[in-house]
């Protein structure tokens, strides 16, 4: 049988705005998600149990396949829909770990779109569980471009058609940073509410760069291009990212960028 294949898009926040802390420790964020045409990439092919084999450029910074979130996304949908059946998922790791441009969380969602195909199940099933695999997994799980609400799983329509093959570079300064530690750090003033995301900011950039020094390194670099629309950080970050006029521009820049820094020229969806 021929492998079942799926696309990881990166996912970028246009503008993310951290509106307050919740009861369950998590916080309150209103943000616009993005979804490049380039990813991690899955694949699936019929087994008699669930495995996971991780290859590419940011294998080795993964944990453990067992504790992997794709993983746990498999099993969650397999015990949602009943399924007995197995599944030997290939994940080619080809963005950076911990980087804000939704990792794990694309890859779960991902998964979930892989086996719902492979299964041949209903996908109300991938979107009843996603809520509980993280609160990017949702967004993910459509990969289109949505505003997000509450802890960013409650989403809603954001028809930005003109966003649709955006030339887009994403840089790296190649420095995992813990989502949690950045919440964390944020100083606890609500940064009110998102109205135009392109007038607006990332509202982690400060409480990120305090952690990783190197992000506001990037972000000044990305400025200095020339071509450039909108440069932002992306989530809790290092990722930032330049949107551009054109794609020349783009280009032109992604062969100026350090050679210690990881970057991907793409397109937005």
Known sequence: ??????IAPAKINLALHVRGKRLDGRHDIETIF???????HLSAEPSDRLSLTVTGPFAAQLNAPENNLVIKAGKALAAAAAVQAGAAITLDKKLPVASGIGGGSADAAAALRLLTSLWRIDPAHAQSIAPALGSDVPACLLSLPVRGTGAGD???????????GKPVLLVNPRVALSTAEVF???????QGPLDDWRSSRNGLEGAATA????????????????????VRMSGSGATCFALFHGEKARDDAAELVPREWWNLPTFLR
Do not use: H, K
Not at 157 to 164: F, G, R, S, Y
Not at 184 to 190: E, I, L, P, Q, T
């Open 34 to 40: 993005a979804f490049c045409t380039d990813g991690d």
């Open 184 to 190: 964390a750090n944020w100083d606890g003033v609500d």
């Open 154 to 164: 409650e989403l809603s329509a954001a028809d930005m058609p003109e966003l649709t």
């Open 1 to 6: 049988m021929i492998p079942v294949r799926e």
């Open 211 to 230: 952690i990783v020094p190197q992000v506001e390194t990037v972000l000044a670099w990305l400025s200095a291009q020339r071509g450039t629309d909108i």
